[in-house]
């Protein structure tokens, strides 16, 4: 009873938040989901990324061991999505992504935070770092058939993560009043987050719905055994991998949908993947919470 109350406190806020969300659009309110996803990304995440890192308090090899362990799961993940796509004869440019990465924004970083604390958070933000510079370049070559993976390198996240891993490493801390303005801004990017991702999937036009759900289904097993197998296999300690668990088995991420709208992928299959697995996520989230913690 304690366990169920425990993982209910952890995920309420997550899913009542993105709930708002939903139902601010269903009651016809404006909501700009491009200009808050460009000020997020651009700037309150940057701010939580690198004040997280900042100021966290976890030993360096404990931070390395994550590090490693999340570049391996992403690339495991990414070798057998694609022999996933390519078994089954899937479009690559639609499918692959979606498969790989998961929504460690939106839900992975709120849920580390609630179930973990500032511990959480600092770990999470380290899987979360190594997702985005792996999206914003294989990611994008994939899903636009190609071209420049250079991307990343405009990316205000990337050098963050960079500058905070920097501060980390060499213990600095800038001054109190540019750190309390960085604290501000960051703690903005969480509650902002939840709830575009609630006005996101309620304004998806999901299609194919068997395919997605299976797929989704797929997803799960699969991002759920590569993190934990790893997990297991690079000694994390306790919290590090749990987060790890968590923040691979996120369900498909809005952004994949934006992104093959934008380089003319299949958008209604995506979008059916993200509704699906965001879906499922109520069910497997608290389950998997319940089984690391």
Same mark, same amino acid.
């Given at each position: 009873?304690?366990?169920?109350? *425990?993982? %209910? ?32 990304? *651009? ?6 990324? +690198? @004040? ?10 404990? %931070? ?13 993940? @990414? ?7 390519? !078994? ?9 992504? #979606? ?13 580390? &935070?609630?179930? +973990?604390?500032? !511990?959480? %958070? ?21 899903? $636009? ?7 990343? %390198? ?20 800038? #001054? ?56 297991? &296999? ?15 088995? @996120? #369900?498909?991420?809005? @952004? $994949? ?15 059916? &993947? ?6 499922? $996520? ?12």
């Amino acid at each position: 009873m304690n366990l169920a109350l *425990t993982v %209910l406190e952890i995920v309420a806020p997550v899913f009542l938040l993105a709930a708002i969300g939903l139902v601010w659009v269903k009651a016809g309110f404006e909501y700009r989901v491009e200009f808050v996803t460009r000020l997020a990304m *651009t700037l309150s995440v940057p701010c939580l990324i +690198f @004040t997280a890192l900042m100021k966290t308090r976890i030993e360096s090899e404990a %931070l390395t061991g994550l590090l490693l362990a999340a570049i391996a799961a992403y690339a495991v993940l @990414t070798l057998a999505a694609a022999l996933l796509v390519w !078994i089954v004869g899937l479009d690559a440019r639609s499918y692959l992504a #979606p498969l790989i990465f998961g929504n460690t924004g939106n839900l992975g970083l709120p849920l580390a &935070l609630f179930a +973990f604390g500032e !511990i959480g %958070l600092s770990y999470a933000v380290v899987v979360f770092a190594v997702m985005a510079v792996w999206s914003f370049t294989f990611g994008i070559w994939v899903v $636009s058939g190609g071209g420049s993976v250079t991307r990343a %390198l405009k990316e205000p996240l990337l050098w963050a993560t960079l500058l905070g891993g920097l501060f980390l490493w060499q213990g600095w801390v800038t #001054p109190r009043w540019l750190t309390n303005t960085l604290e501000l801004t960051g703690q903005m990017a969480i509650p902002m987050m939840l709830i575009t991702l609630g006005v996101a999937v309620a304004r998806l036009n999901a299609g194919r719905m068997l395919q997605a759900s299976l797929l989704a289904l797929v997803k799960v097993v699969l991002c759920t055994g590569v993190a934990w197998g790893l997990g297991r &296999l690079f000694h994390l300690d306790d919290v590090a991998f749990a987060v790890l668990v968590l923040q691979v088995a @996120t #369900p498909v991420a809005v @952004t $994949s949908y934006l992104l093959a709208e934008k380089y003319g992928a299949d958008s209604e299959a995506v979008a059916g &993947l993200v509704v699906a697995s965001t879906l499922a $996520s109520v069910l497997y989230l608290p389950l998997l919470l319940a089984a690391v913690l």
